[in-house]
């Protein structure tokens, strides 16, 4: 597939990068999101960071956020691309603090079954935010969760998709990165 990346600033770009080796990846920054265009791109990623908070900042994303609520190609976001996908759809977000951002492998336990889990209830996952989804928007539901809440979310209409951990970070040890190629396989099919 085509696959535009947004680099919302993550640290380690050659991670996802890997994940995403199969594929022609673009990498765009943030202020150039709207330069995507559905012709030429078969999907979007939109990247981990941790530069500042969504919250009270929507205004330097606009672009993005623009971008994920009138695109029509399918979007993945992860971590704080899941979380710009709740916000520009009216889902809140809480900041459980910085003492509070686990740097480890997490369990996720699968609520609502997707081809996507190959017949797993439970996968660990590489979990590093310290901003936790509070509220979905009603056309969201949420596919696995962990103790800190929905980890893996999914539009009930448009081709959206939310995972709230890590899939290219500690992807010998994990399930997270074998779900993330389910999906990715599985948006190929169309």
Not at 23 to 28: A, G, I, K, M, P
């Amino acid at each position: 597939m085509r696959v535009a990346l947004v680099n919302n600033g993550t640290k380690k770009p050659e991670k996802l990068l890997q994940l995403l080796r199969d594929h022609t990846v673009t990498v765009f920054d943030t202020s150039n999101a709207l330069d995507i265009t559905e012709d030429d791109f078969d999907l979007i990623v939109l990247s981990g960071s941790s530069r500042f908070p969504i919250d009270k900042n929507e205004w330097l994303l606009l672009p993005e956020i623009d971008l994920i609520k009138s695109s029509k190609l399918p979007i993945i976001g992860i971590c704080y691309g899941c979380e710009l996908i709740v916000r520009a759809f009216g889902g809140s977000l809480i900041d459980h603090g910085e003492e509070s951002k686990e740097r480890d492998l997490v369990r996720v336990d699968v609520v609502d079954d997707d081809p996507i889990f190959s017949g797993r209830k439970d996968f660990d996952a590489y979990d590093a935010h310290r901003w936790v989804i509070a509220s979905l928007s009603q056309e969201f539901k949420v596919l696995a969760r962990s103790v800190h809440g929905p980890e893996i979310i999914r539009h009930s209409i448009k081709p959206l998709f939310g995972f709230q951990f890590h899939p290219e970070k500690m992807a010998d040890q994990s399930f997270g990165d074998d779900v993330f190629f389910a999906l990715l396989k599985s948006l190929a099919r169309g």
